[in-house]
């Protein structure tokens, strides 16, 4: 059963030039427990789908399309529906955990504070649960934490932080937006880490919004591709590795450093991410890829079923010859 269905999600940008589109008739679903990777460069529109259906896209944004979040429609929907929705069943971890705390309260007001106004918990009560969260997230010392300040913490340590208060109150999805951009490859590989646990103890369904292929190996059952505000492939985590049906899929693969030690070079993609404010007629992705043709400057090709878990929007996908 779908927990999360997403229907020709469009989120345009009114600018003076006009409406700009960052996300272009997106859909997929996400079933209970699961966990899916949505993943692509920077500008890809995986964070806008995200902020959309959470109510946190920018003044000047407009949604368009359905969102069904356990039967709930969420485009659309109040600032009193959503915030209720935010404080309980969905949750969402930034990238930048820095910003996202308030540097000028400590780190247990921030926490409690979740319980107390969307659960009406009393301080003692919310005390209690958010010190067996930070626990949880392996804090060594919970109750210090609970009184210090973030700059008081290291980045690795602020991100444990926002995963305990992503876990308070027993959500069902958790959406992780670049949990590790800012983080040493070390502490990278210890919050996915702590996520797969988290996901593996409660069951909770799990988005983890990245540029990095390899990383989502250890968290993530499915694979979404996106690229100029367009899904591009889905698939298996071990589908989308070992049978990458996109140019642009295989692309992101061969650039992998860990893959590029032994050769001495690491392999790139030629140019850069289109303007969303001037896509071209056709493919968006023709002028980066090596096997352009004709019609692929002619027209978009569509998002093709190739089996139950594969999708691919390519005119020369290897599944459709």
Known sequence: ????????????????????????????????????????????????????????????????????????ELVGLSGRGLNRLRGNALRIVFQDPMTALNPYLRIGLQLTEVLQVHQQFSFAQAQRQ????????????????????????????????????????????????????????????????????????????????????????????RIMIMYAGKVVETGTVQEIHQQAQHPYTRALLKATPAKQVSRGRLATITGQPPDPGQLAAGCAFAPRCTRVDGHCHAAQPELLVLSESRRVACFHAEGLS
């Open 130 to 221: 958010v010190l067996q969260a930070l626990e949880e997230v392996k804090l060594s010392q919970p109750e210090r934490c609970f009184r210090q300040y973030p700059h008081e913490l290291s980045g690795g340590m602020r991100q444990r932080v926002m995963i305990a208060m992503a876990l308070l109150g027993s959500p069902r999805l958790i959406i992780a937006d670049e949990p590790t951009t800012a983080l040493d490859v070390t502490v990278q590989s210890e919050i996915i880490s702590l996520l797969r646990k988290v996901h593996e103890r409660h069951g909770t369904s799990m988005v983890l919004i990245t540029h990095d292929i390899p990383l989502v190996a250890g968290l993530c059952e």
């Open 1 to 72: 059963m779908s927990m999360l269905e997403v229907n020709n999600l469009t989120v345009s940008f009114s600018q003076e030039q006009g409406e700009i589109a960052a996300v272009r008739n997106v859909s997929f679903s996400i079933d209970e427990g699961e966990t899916l990777a949505v993943v692509g460069e920077s500008g890809a529109g995986k964070s806008q789908i995200f902020h959309a259906l959470l109510g946190l896209q920018a003044k000047n944004a407009t949604v368009q399309g359905s969102a069904l979040f356990m039967g709930q």
